[in-house]
């Protein structure tokens, strides 16, 4: 291993060309410069190899590798294998990171000798070009004010601390290898079994709460984005994860369980409401209704779930059909967007009489000043009126002294 290469940062690229040169941008930005950047173009029909070799002929740091299409979690594992950075991170083609996230990364899981270092992103909405500050990449609350976690610390919430999402988290590379762990090769989900199976298997888990990654939703070259082309990918994900779990013996641990369980729900609610093509959804639904479910071990259990609303959602699923569960869903969220849009309405209105309030004061305070200056002013001159006569005098009884 290269001493020099504290990071080596893996890109899976796969017809990327849009955003690729963001991307590598903010990569060779850093302010850690002893790194690697290793984009594995999966088979790209697009110009995205042509763009990293551009880069690469520019910096020495950049290193393109090829493969036939395999999906992103086969490019993941083709650049660890090509890696020699203490640390390896995975970042997609397609979102922006800050300039100085491995910097602060690094520094932090070496601070405290971790195996993993977790930060926060933000979301981009490709629809609509708002900037969301996300709340599930990263839940400080489930910390209860620790720093660091692992499944000796956090049993209840190894898995829902953070998300599988692979891009805003740094592994210790010697950690990576000795357990083995690799990307499924699954088309979706791929990262579902390797970020879990490296919480559950580190010793120290290291937080940066701050928003480092600003991740590009709603982008339909993600993989995101495509989701529901291939609905039954995370199932069968969470399911390998389950059995090697069991393998282990966690899932005999309570509170490991429980955690697995409620990173399930959500998970796959999440997954069910991504998919934005009707006879994929419909299939999902039914096939969770009549087996997912069971098969993951999810049954309903009162207050076992961290997430009432996720809760309330599967039992409602298992009693409705999928168009009745979709109207009503529909129907919850335009009013909790009414409900937003009203509260933000009072926060501006707050604003604005607050606004309204600080004008009074500094009106207030232009008059006081004025009223100060005035008095100050008159203070003055009766004092510069009396130093005068005090020395006109002065001379004048001096001058009588002298003859």
């Known amino acids: 291993m290269n001493d020099d290469r504290k990071v080596s940062v893996i890109i899976p690229v796969y017809n990327a060309e849009k955003y690729l ?38 910096d020495e740091r950049v290193h393109l590798i090829r493969q036939k299409n395999q999906y992103a979690g086969m490019a993941r594992n083709n ?83 953070a998300t599988n999402v692979p891009w805003n988290k740094l592994f210790r590379a010697k950690f990576v290898r000795e357990h083995g762990l690799q990307f499924e090769s699954r088309s979706r989900a791929n990262d579902v079994y390797f970020v879990m199976m490296a919480f559950y298997l580190a010793k120290k888990i290291a937080v940066l709460d701050e928003r480092l990654v600003t991740y ?20 069968e994900a969470f399911d390998a994860v389950r059995q090697k779990l069991a393998e282990y013996g966690g899932m005999d641990e309570p509170q490991i369980r429980q955690s697995f369980d409620n990173r399930v729900l959500q998970s796959l609610l999440f997954g069910l409401h991504k998919c934005v093509r009707g006879e994929a959804f419909q299939e999902m639904y039914q096939y969770l209704k009549t087996e997912g479910f069971a098969r993951l071990g999810i049954f309903s259990k009162e207050d076992y779930y961290y997430s009432e609303e996720a809760y309330c959602r599967f039992c409602r699923m298992l009693q409705e059909e999928p168009l009745d569960y979709v109207l009503q869903y529909h129907q919850e969220e335009k009013i909790k967007k009414q409900i937003h849009i ?47 006569t005090f020395r006109k005098s002065s001379k004048e009884k001096s001058g009588r002294v002298n003859r």
């Not at 990569?27 to 995205?48: F, H, K, M, P």
């Not at 400080?140 to 660091?148: D, H």
């Not at 009203?342 to 305070?365: C, F, P, Q």
Request: hydrophobic letters at 35%; a negative charge.
């Open 79 to 161: 650049g660890i294998a090509h890696a020699g950075g203490e640390y390896l991170m995975f970042w997609d083609a397609d979102d922006r990171f800050d300039p100085a996230l491995l910097e602060k990364m690094y520094t932090r899981v070496k601070q405290v000798q971790a195996d993993i270092c977790v930060c926060n992103a933000n979301v981009l909405d490709e629809a609509t070009g708002d900037l969301i500050r996300a709340e599930s990449y990263l839940v400080p609350a489930y910390l209860q004010g620790a720093q660091e976690y692992s499944r000796e610390t956090h049993p209840g919430y190894l898995f829902n601390i």
């Open 216 to 235: 590009r939703a709603n982008n339909e070259s993600s993989l995101t984005g495509t989701l529901s082309q291939t609905p039954f990918c995370a199932i």
């Open 21 to 58: 040169r963001d991307t590598l941008n903010d990569a060779v930005g850093q302010t850690l410069r002893e790194i690697e950047i290793i984009c594995v173009d999966d088979g790209s029909t697009d110009g995205s190899a042509g763009i990293v070799e551009e880069y690469a002929a520019k």
């Open 342 to 388: 009203r509260d933000l309405k009072e926060k501006i209105r707050g604003l604005h009489g607050r606004v309204s309030e600080l004008k009074d004061i500094n009106k207030k305070i232009k008059e006081e000043n004025k009223q100060m200056r005035t008095v100050l002013s008159s203070r003055c001159g009766r004092l510069a009126q009396k130093v005068y």
